[in-house]
T-cell receptor, first 113, second 114 residues
Framework: EDKVVQSPLSLVVHEGDTVTLNCSYE??????LLWYKQEKKAPTFLFML????IEKKSGRLSSILDKKELFSILNITATQTGDSAIYLC?????????????FGQGTILTVHP | EADIYQTPRYLVIGTGKKITLECSQT?????MYWYQQDPGMELHLIHY???????EKGDLSSESTVSRIRTEHFPLTLESARPSHTSQYLC?????????????FGQGTRLTVV
């Protein structure tokens, strides 16, 4: 059974801090890894990673994938209160489970002023 | 913003009632998914579809059923609601463009069965 594990489960920081969120996975026929941000509404897409070692960057957020060690990290620098959310990691499978997303349990990030 | 819609947003219903949660997308996506998410917990895939007349059960066993008669519409039905069905239900559709895959989520339906 495909499995995605995120850590830490929750994190409390102050504005300006840098955080690193972790995602490890065990998936048959790995296709891609996706990061989502979920606030009160539904998850919104952040990044999709398919290749090892290539950093994806968007503003203060960046992410990288290690397909050998089967994990990804999401970095947020100079955190702001608006970054408070649940960050979800998901892995997309290929083969007979083509396109099926398996989500981790999420990391709840709280940024205090 | 993605064009995927779920109705109702909130629903409180009595035990034993039949309910249908609606999900529609206007993007022409073939792949659609239903996830169940309890507060503070991960998303669990309960149903998915690769296109019209295609439906599959997901990883989490669910007493719900789905249908896919039209590309844009993927309703989820509970024949007899129970308190254990209380949860948030999220619908998603998938887009692939130049090798990039992205799932778009609806706003979710928060279901409470009393």
């Amino acid at each position: 059974e495909d499995k995605v594990v995120q850590s830490p489960l929750s994190l409390v920081v102050h504005e300006g801090d840098t955080v690193t969120l972790n995602c490890s996975y065990e998936v048959t026929n790995f296709r891609s890894l996706l990061w989502y941000k979920q606030e009160k509404k539904a998850p919104t897409f952040l990044f999709m990673l398919t290749s090892s070692g290539i950093e994806k960057k968007s503003g203060r957020l960046s992410s990288i994938l290690d397909k050998k060690e089967l994990f990804s990290i999401l970095n947020i620098t100079a955190t702001q209160t608006g970054d408070s959310a649940i960050y979800l990691c998901a892995v997309s499978a290929g083969g007979t489970s083509y396109g099926k997303l398996t989500f981790g349990q999420g990391t709840i990030l709280t940024v205090h002023p | 913003e993605a064009d995927i819609y779920q109705t109702p947003r909130y629903l409180v219903i009595g035990t034993g009632k039949k309910i249908t949660l609606e999900c529609s997308q206007t993007m022409g996506h073939d792949k659609m998914y239903w996830y169940q998410q309890d507060p503070g917990m991960e998303l669990h895939l309960i149903h998915y579809s690769y296109g019209v007349n295609s439906t599959e059960k997901g990883d989490l066993s669910s007493e719900s059923t789905v249908s896919r008669i039209r590309t844009e519409h993927f309703p989820l039905t509970l024949e007899s609601a129970r308190p254990s069905h209380t949860s948030q239900y999220l619908c998603a559709s998938e887009k692939r463009d130049r090798g990039i895959t992205e799932a778009f989520f609806g706003q979710g339906t928060r279901l409470t069965v009393v």
